[in-house]
């Protein structure tokens, strides 16, 4: 299992080689699947890895809220992200996590 660099240094490169890898949000003991739907760059940024968003898609229910997040990619262990819901689209409820 590989694991994630430290917030700072993650970049878009790290989600662009798990676009394929299994997501789940785990909180309370429940686990609920995501998947990466897009991958955006931002522009300039002072962090190291950059300015770039990212959106998961999940199941339209339940909806979670606006908070931090415990997420666990398959053979990349866990890390946890600030997840915001900004709507659905055909396929479910998306969520963003802004890296700036």
Do not use: C
């Not at 993650?10 to 990466?36: W, Y």
């Not at 931002?42 to 990212?54: I, K, L, N, T």
Request: charged share 25%.
């Amino acid at each position: 299992m590989t694991s994630w660099p430290d917030m700072q240094d993650i970049t878009i490169a790290d989600f662009e080689a798990r676009r394929q890898s299994a997501v789940k949000l785990v909180a309370e003991g429940e686990s609920m699947p995501l998947e990466i739907a897009e991958i955006n760059p931002m522009g300039q940024s002072q962090r190291e890895g950059g300015a770039f968003s990212v959106v998961l898609r999940g199941p339209r229910e339940p909806v979670v809220d606006q908070a931090t997040h415990h997420l666990v990619f398959e053979d990349d262990g866990p890390i946890d992200l600030f997840l915001v819901p900004v709507g659905e689209d055909a396929s479910g409820m998306l969520y963003e996590a802004v890296f700036t």
